[in-house]
C-alpha cells in the first residue's frame, strides 16, 4: 500500500514537474489550468495524508513564478500565500468540516466572492501615501512594480490612514473590453495577440514603460487588508476599505453556513457571463478574524480559505477544415476551422489539434461534430470527436506530407511526435524566426511587427537576424514604403539601435535555438558570459550544467555546428551587436552573501532550488560539498554528514530564518 502511494506521488510530482518546466522555460501549457490544478490537489492531499513522503523538492513547495531582472525584488513582510481548491460541493463540504472540526462549537460564517483572473498585488501604504505596489513572485519575493501600479486610476494614491505601516492585498485586471480593444489594436499592427485578459495585465504590469500602462485602463479589485487589528470580520474591513476608495468588488457576500455558500457560489456563476471582467472561480473565506490563527495554514496557503474553481466549458460544433501551420522552430501544429460557436464568453471558429498524432489518436475527421474546450489560451483546444452515423461516412484524415509554405517534404526529428519543415529556405519559418528575435522577452525590438518583417523580407531587406541591424541602410527605400513616413521609420532605427546593447541572454533566446527558452539562455549567459564561450561548450559540457539537460545541450551543439549560424554571429560581433552577459542593475549585493560559497543542506521549508537561486541572485555561489572554501553552510532539518563536515571545519552554519535576517 504505502510503496503504491510513494509511487503515485512521484508519478504526479514528475507530471507537474514536466508541466512547470515546460511552461517556464518554452511558455507552453502542456495542459489546461483545470487538469493543472486538479493534479496539483490530488498531489496536495497524498502529501498531507501521507506526510512522510513530502519532500522539500515538491513541486507543492514552491509557488511557480519567474522574476524579470529589469524589476527590483522585494521581499513581502507576510509572503503571499495561494488558494487551495475545490472543484465540487464534496470538497466544499470537506473544506466546511474541517473548519468545524478546528473550531469544535464556536461559531462562524463565511464570506464569498469572485475570485479574479488577475495577477494579485500588495499594496503598501506608508502615511496615508502609496509606498510600494510588489507583485506576488515565488510568495516570498516579488517585484516592485510601484511606478506601473500608480497609473492604474482606481487604486488610490493616498488614503484617510495615517499608520506608518498599511498593506492591503488585491488582483490587478484588464476588462473583456480593454482586452478587445488592446487585441484589436495590436492586430491591425501585426503584434502578437495576448492569449487572455490575465496574460495582457500580466504584460502590462511588466511594461517598463510606465506610459503604456496607462494607456491600457489596469484596474484593481481589492480583496485583502492585512492590518486587520481594528476589525472583527473580513466583511467589515472590506467595507472600511471601500470607504478609503479602495475598488471592493460589489458581489461579495456573507453567508452563514455551507450550504449559503452554495446558494451564493451559484448566484455568481449565473453572472459570470455578463461580468465586465473575468472570473475564473469563486473564493470563500471564513468571515472572523478571530479564527485565522486557531484555523491556520499550511506552507502554502491558508486553512480558512478555498477557492472554487469553474470547470473549464465544453462546446460541441462541426470541423469545417483541418489546416497544418509551421512555427518558427518549423515545427508544424494542425489546426482546425469550426463552425463559430460561443465559448466562455467568446465566438470562437478554430482550434488547435496539435500535431497528427493527436489527430490520428482521436480519429478527427474532417465534417465531424467535435468538442472544444478553452485551455486558457486564445485558441481553444479539440478534446474529441463524436462518431455518429454521419462520421461514418466521413474519410479519414491523412496527415500533410509537405511544407504548406515551401512544399518541401516534412520531416519527423527523433524523438518528438512533431512534424518539422527543415528547409532553411521556407519563408514562413524564416519569418517566425525574425518574429521572436524582435520579441519582448527576446531582442524587445518595439514597432518591428511581423507585418513589417513580411514586407522587408519581400524587398529583400532581411532574411536573417544580422540583416535587421542593417535596415538603416535602406532607410530611403523605407521611408518610400506604404505607411511608414520619416518619424516612424527613424523610432523603428533607434529601436533598433539600442536593442544592440541588450545583455546576451536575450539575444541567445532570440535566435530561436530550438529547446531553448528564456530560462536557459539565461542560465548559459550568465554561467559563461560570452557567446563566444557558449559556442566553445561541448554536448558533454552543456549537459553537465545544473537546469540544463541533455535535450538543450544537443539543441545547442548542433546549432553552432551549422556554418551559416556561425558566421551569422560573425555579421553581429563585426557590426559591435552586444555578444556579452551584462548583470541587471538591479543585480543585488550583500556583503555576507556576494562572492561567497554556500552549500545547502536538510529539509528546509523551500526546495534548495529556491534557495540557490536567491543566493545567486546576490552573486553567491552555491556548491555541493562542504570544503575549506565553504563560507556558509545554509542548514534545515535532519541535516546530515554535510552538518559534521561543515561543524569539524569551523564553516558558519546558518538556517533560513538567519539568511532572511542577512538579506534584509
Ligand atoms: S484571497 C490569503 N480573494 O487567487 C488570501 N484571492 O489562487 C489569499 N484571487 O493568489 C487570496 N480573487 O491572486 C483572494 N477574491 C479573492 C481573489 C483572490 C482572485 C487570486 C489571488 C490568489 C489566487 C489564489
Not at 95 to 122: A, C, M, R, W
Not at 235 to 248: H, N, T, Y
Not at 398 to 415: A, F, G, K
Amino acid at each position: 500500500m504505502s510503496e503504491k502511494i510513494k509511487l503515485k506521488i512521484n508519478e504526479l510530482k514528475q507530471k507537474i514537474n514536466e508541466w512547470n518546466l515546460s511552461y517556464y522555460e518554452q511558455q507552453i501549457s502542456p495542459v489546461d489550468d483545470s487538469e493543472f490544478d486538479k493534479t496539483l490537489s490530488e498531489l496536495i492531499l497524498l502529501e498531507t495524508e501521507f506526510p512522510q513522503y513530502l519532500t522539500s523538492d515538491s513541486p507543492t513547495q514552491k509557488v511557480g513564478g519567474s522574476f524579470d531582472l529589469n524589476f527590483n525584488k522585494y521581499t513581502h513582510k507576510t509572503p503571499m500565500l495561494s488558494l487551495s481548491n475545490a472543484f465540487n460541493e464534496d470538497d466544499l463540504k470537506t473544506f466546511d468540516n474541517q473548519i468545524k472540526k478546528e473550531l469544535g462549537n464556536k461559531k462562524y460564517t463565511y464570506f464569498v466572492e469572485p475570485k479574479i483572473d488577475g495577477l494579485s498585488i500588495s499594496l503598501i501604504y506608508k502615511n496615508t501615501k502609496l509606498h510600494k505596489a510588489i507583485t506576488r513572485g515565488d510568495g516570498v519575493v516579488g517585484e516592485d512594480v510601484s511606478q506601473n501600479v500608480k497609473m492604474i486610476t482606481s487604486i488610490p494614491k493616498t488614503i484617510a490612514d495615517n499608520s506608518d505601516y498599511f498593506e492591503v492585498r488585491g488582483e490587478v485586471y484588464l476588462s473583456k473590453n480593454e482586452f478587445e480593444r488592446i487585441n484589436s489594436e495590436r492586430f491591425r499592427q501585426g503584434e502578437k495577440l495576448f492569449a487572455n485578459p490575465r496574460n495582457a495585465a500580466a504584460g502590462t504590469l511588466r511594461q517598463l514603460d510606465s506610459q503604456i500602462v496607462k494607456e491600457r485602463n489596469l484596474d484593481a479589485w481589492i480583496y485583502f487588508l492585512m492590518n486587520k487589528e481594528n476589525f472583527t470580520t473580513h466583511q467589515s474591513s472590506l467595507e472600511a476599505l471601500s470607504g478609503f476608495g479602495f475598488m471592493v468588488n460589489p458581489l461579495g457576500t456573507q453567508a452563514n453556513d455551507i450550504n449559503g455558500v452554495i446558494e451564493v457560489i451559484k448566484s455568481i456563476s449565473n453572472q459570470r457571463e455578463d461580468l465586465e471582467y473575468e472570473i475564473d472561480g469563486i473564493v470563500i473565506k471564513v468571515n472572523e478574524f478571530d479564527h485565522y490563527d486557531s484555523i491556520g495554514y499550511t506552507s502554502k496557503f491558508p486553512k480558512w480559505a478555498i477557492a472554487y474553481k469553474f470547470p473549464a466549458e465544453i462546446k460541441t460544433t462541426k470541423l469545417l477544415d483541418i489546416f497544418p501551420t509551421i512555427g518558427r522552430t518549423g515545427k508544424v501544429t494542425y489546426n482546425a476551422k469550426l463552425k463559430p460557436v460561443k465559448l466562455a464568453g467568446t465566438t470562437v471558429g478554430a482550434a488547435t489539434l496539435h500535431n497528427a498524432s493527436f489527430i490520428i489518436d482521436r480519429e478527427v475527421r474532417i465534417g465531424s461534430d467535435v468538442r472544444v474546450k478553452k485551455a486558457g489560451d486564445i485558441i481553444p483546444e479539440v478534446i474529441s470527436v463524436i462518431k455518429d452515423e454521419k462520421y461514418e461516412t466521413l474519410p479519414v484524415w491523412v496527415e500533410s506530407t509537405n511544407c504548406p509554405d515551401c512544399n518541401s517534404e516534412l520531416q519527423r526529428i527523433e524523438p518528438e511526435v512533431d512534424q518539422f519543415c527543415v528547409s532553411d529556405n521556407c519563408v514562413r519559418r524564416i519569418i517566425r524566426g525574425l518574429e521572436h528575435f524582435v520579441s519582448r522577452d527576446a531582442q524587445n525590438i518595439e514597432g518591428l511587427s511581423i507585418k513589417l518583417i513580411e514586407k522587408f523580407h519581400e524587398k529583400k531587406y532581411v532574411n536573417n537576424v544580422a540583416d535587421i541591424f542593417k535596415l538603416s541602410n535602406h532607410k530611403s527605400e523605407l521611408i518610400k514604403l506604404d505607411k511608414m513616413g520619416e518619424r516612424s521609420v527613424d523610432n523603428l532605427l533607434s529601436s533598433i539601435d539600442s536593442s544592440k546593447n541588450k545583455s546576451l541572454e536575450k539575444l541567445l533566446f532570440g535566435l530561436g535555438i530550438r529547446h531553448v527558452g528564456k530560462k536557459s539562455a539565461f542560465i548559459l549567459s550568465k554561467k559563461y558570459r560570452t557567446m563566444d564561450s557558449i559556442m566553445l561548450l561541448s554536448e558533454i559540457e552543456l549537459s553537465e550544467i545544473r537546469d540544463i539537460g541533455p535535450t538543450v545541450a544537443k539543441s545547442v551543439c548542433d546549432w553552432f555546428k551549422v556554418e551559416k549560424n556561425i558566421s551569422m554571429i560573425n555579421e553581429l560581433k563585426s557590426m559591435n551587436i552586444n555578444l556579452e552577459y551584462k548583470p541587471a542593475m538591479e543585480e543585488k549585493t550583500n556583503e555576507q552573501i556576494t562572492h561567497r560559497t554556500f552549500v545547502i543542506t536538510g529539509t528546509l521549508s523551500k526546495s534548495r532550488n529556491y534557495y540557490k537561486d536567491l543566493l545567486i541572485s546576490y552573486g553567491a555561489n552555491v556548491a555541493n560539498s562542504v570544503s575549506k572554501n565553504t563560507d556558509y553552510l545554509l542548514a534545515g532539518e535532519e541535516a546530515g554528514s554535510k552538518l559534521d563536515k561543515a561543524t569539524k571545519l569551523g564553516v558558519r552554519i546558518i538556517n533560513e530564518e538567519e539568511l532572511f535576517n542577512i538579506i534584509n
